[in-house]
């Protein structure tokens, strides 16, 4: 036919041009909002609730035009709420797991015919929403509901839940948490953010419609994250969990401090992820994908373009010309306009070259995609990119210089490697410091791949059978009890000096040793402090009085033997483990006198202590290849599987209760997982763990894997707070400490378990503790990894 075109299917794959989108209508979300008079309240009991005299904001679509009004709750509305959502706990906790499951199911058939008044109200409050992504989520956690008695045995719902984000987190990332601690059968309470408040709001309001009881759910909206920090006070309040920017996410964390509830940050907004491209990977398949990535998907991750030196010039030539065409991408503001002009002008003065299909504009709240080619690891645009469209290029030689700049990323939440070669692929994969890594792919997600950032990304495991457990506890215990923050000064905590040594000539007690880096050694200040019998009448030795430098000098010993106790065989650890077992058989006289000489008790209770100890260890040392994850049911063609990883150097502040027992349970943990430790002895009862040396200096473990630094615990756990490379600490002492630990460890963040001595002294049986107690400290010693690796 004369005039007409043909184009070839060389051409279209060169350019990559997208067909017209389809017009889109919001017309079934315009009619909701209008049977709201648009103005939406909060969601308690069951229904919408408009209380009057409260403040509002509004809700704004991407030209900046008002969606609707929600109204901002105040200090009686959270106790009105909380009230609400533990009558609605005290019922959905009764009813069965099948009951709990039919609720969920039910809501996928009203989801589905809500499906697009939902996905429009979204497209308006410019939040992403992909109601098949939900439905997924919900058939997922409907199955866990039915199976918590018989696969989650010995563990019970927490009670009422908090769960809190960001104005930037995706109704996924809101889900994500709400769904599995539904299931699991405790009552939520979500507080979102700006953008997510009207989906949050019409999600409740289907949840009451599938059959959820009154309570069960419930919606307060606020102004800002501060408002998260009044729920987070009700004493209702069992657990908070928090997804959003990283921000807000510590602000949350130091704000809640002393509160006596647990905290999970899931800081997902902003990191940056590595997109990593070999010279074996199909470039074409790369490039495009990258582009989708980065510039025309609205993503909640910064991409970090990491191209094999070999065939940067083949990606280049290839990222000019599918640019080429590419329109402005608009920003939320100008003043994010101007934090991009800013980045990209400081790349170009360290010698970044750009690629941009167009020239940006003069000004306003738009820029063009733009490649950042020779950025250089440290510049802002690679460590904390400005928010818009921009792709810091950077290269690397060969595979192990790709991990290097892999997980030059402070963040550690995901990575996507390109290779046709698989064994290059899961090799790499191994070695990035990252939770989740996708094949030839990026983005995947699915409810069953476990999400755990590593690093200074997270203190909570989304997602899968391992996401379930932060919304659990073992039934055999208690979640720990509400308090009130003290009035504390951070910056004096463990700043008080110990009391000094007064001579005696009468008595020379023994001097014991700490034990760092595989040699038992006095502390770097040469000061030593008494330990006293229980009644206090006698001195039984002198301990050194370690201090931060010996907290240092014992990190760096763990930091050089962790990556290879982690690499060996669990097999191999097990045999070391039951090598440790034997030691304390062999010292079995000497340290059951150090219990019975430090606690007081009979020597035959001291001797069935030491009896439990070996016993104790030989059950770490079967955990070591017993859990190891697997292969995860993906609905996609390809292979999917998770892991568990060594968190690196664990601190760990020790119990004053069964001293040895207690010990050795928590070293065995933390050490068949993978990691190093540095323990901290009881400061009341430390002789038993100070004789527990002689047993590490005949033992075959790695020199520096188990450290033992005495002295002071407020001034030792200040040291292992501030220490940037310690990744996790198990605290058991003052509610002062608990209180500090929560505030400090926050840059970068670390994972906590604390444990007020005050409060739950005696709480833990050391002597027959229940499986769910064991799995809950092997499950605080590892982190998780999911790779996906596609197949069509």
């Not at 899961?426 to 094949?439: D, I, M, Q």
């Not at 030691?583 to 340290?591: H, I, S």
């Not at 007020?756 to 400290?777: A, C, I, K, M, N």
């Amino acid at each position: 036919m004369a005039g007409t075109t043909t184009e070839t299917v060389f051409n279209i794959f060169r350019s990559m041009e997208s067909g017209p989108a389809a017009p889109s209508s919001t017309a079934t979300a315009q009619a909701w909002l209008d049977h709201h008079s648009r103005s939406l309240g909060f969601y308690i009991d069951g229904k919408f609730v408009h209380l009057a005299e409260r403040k509002s904001f509004s809700v704004l679509d991407s030209k900046g035009g008002q969606v609707c009004s929600v109204l901002c709750a105040e200090e009686g509305d959270v106790s009105l709420c909380a009230s609400s959502a533990v009558s609605g706990y005290k019922s959905w906790s009764l009813l069965s797991g099948y009951q709990r499951a039919k609720v969920l199911l039910r809501l996928v058939g009203v989801l589905g015919l809500h499906a697009q008044c939902l996905s429009e109200l979204s497209q308006l409050c410019v939040t992403a929403c992909s109601p098949p992504s939900l439905i997924r989520l919900l058939q997922f956690y409907s199955s866990w509901a039915q199976l918590r008695d018989t696969l989650v045995s010995g563990w019970s719902p927490l009670g009422v839940v908090a769960v809190i984000t960001s104005d930037e987190s995706s109704i996924y990332s809101l889900m994500l948490k709400v769904l599995p601690a539904l299931a699991m059968g405790n009552s939520v309470i979500i507080v979102p953010g700006r953008s997510a408040a009207p989906p949050a709001l019409l999600l409740s309001q289907l949840f009451s419609a599938a059959g959820l009881p009154a309570g069960v759910l419930n919606v307060l909206t606020g102004s800002d994250v501060t408002f998260g920090v009044k729920v987070a006070q009700d004493p209702s309040i069992r657990y908070v969990t928090y997804s959003g920017n990283k921000p807000d996410g510590l602000a949350l964390l130091q704000a809640s401090a002393g509160l006596g509830v647990p905290v999970a940050v899931s800081p997902c907004i902003g990191a940056t992820c590595p997109f990593i491209v070999f010279e074996s990977a199909d470039i074409n398949s790369a490039v495009d994908e990258v582009i989708e990535a980065a510039f025309k998907k609205k993503s909640e991750v910064h991409w970090v373009l990491c191209v094999q030196e070999s065939v940067y010039e083949n990606v280049v030539d290839r990222l000019k010309l599918r640019l080429a065409g590419l329109k402005c991408v608009s920003l939320q503001s100008e003043a994010d306009r101007s934090l991009v002009d800013a980045a990209v002008q400081e790349a170009q003065q360290q010698g970044a070259v750009l690629i941009q299909p167009c020239a940006a504009p003069p000004s306003g709240a738009q820029y063009p995609p733009t490649v950042l080619c020779g950025a250089a690891p440290a510049s802002p645009c690679v460590v904390s990119p400005a928010p818009g469209p921009l792709l810091p290029l950077m290269t690397f030689r060969c595979h192990k210089e790709a991990v290097a700049v892999g997980n030059h990323s402070p963040h550690g939440l995901a990575a996507s490697i390109w290779t046709e070669d698989l064994t290059l692929a899961l090799e790499t994969a191994k070695n990035l410091s990252v939770g989740s890594v996708w094949v030839n792919s990026h983005s995947v997600c699915d409810p069953c791949l476990p999400v755990c950032a590593h690093k200074d990304g997270g203190s909570c495991t989304d997602g899968g059978q391992e996401g379930l457990y932060q919304f659990l506890h073992p039934s055999v215990s208690s979640p720990p009890p509400r308090s009130s923050p003290v009035s504390l000064d951070y910056s004096k905590f463990g700043t008080e000096v110990s009391p000094a040594i007064i001579p005696d000539p009468t008595s020379s007690p023994p001097s014991y040793l700490q034990f760092v880096g595989g040699k038992a050694c006095k502390s770097v200040s040469g000061c030593s402090v008494a330990v006293r019998s229980p009644g206090g009448s006698s001195v039984l030795g002198l301990r050194p009085e370690g201090g931060r430098k010996d907290v240092r000098n014992a990190v760096e010993a763990g930091i050089k033997d962790q990556p290879g106790w982690q690499k060996k065989s669990p097999s191999a650890r097990a045999l070391s483990l039951h090598s440790l077992a034997k030691g304390v058989e062999a010292k079995r006289r000497d340290l059951a006198a150090s219990v019975s000489n430090q606690t007081g008790v009979s020597a035959d209770e001291a001797d069935k202590e030491v009896e439990q100890s070996i016993t104790r260890l030989a059950l770490w040392a079967a955990y070591c290849d017993k859990v190891q994850g697997g292969s995860l049911p993906m609905p996609k063609s390809g292979s999917a599987f998770s892991f568990p990883e060594a968190l690196g150097v664990v601190g760990i502040v020790l119990p004053d209760e069964s001293p040895l027992l207690s010990m050795v349970t928590l070293l065995g943990a933390a050490i068949a997982s993978g990691n190093a430790v540095v323990m901290v002895p009881s400061q009341k009862h430390p002789l038993p763990t100070i004789a527990f040396i002689q047993v590490l200096q005949s033992s075959d473990l790695p020199a520096g894997l188990v450290n033992i630094v005495t002295g002071n615990r407020d001034q030792l756990t200040a040291a292992l707070a501030n220490h940037s490379v310690i990744r996790s600490i198990w605290y058991w002492g003052s509610a002062e400490g608990c209180q500090y630990l929560q505030y400090t460890c926050t840059r970068p963040l670390k994972t906590l378990r604390l444990v007020s001595q005050r409060d739950q002294d005696g709480s833990v049986d050391w002597t027959q503790p229940s499986p769910s107690f064991l799995e809950e400290l092997w499950r605080n010693a590892v982190q998780w990894k999911s790779v996906w690796i596609p197949t069509a």
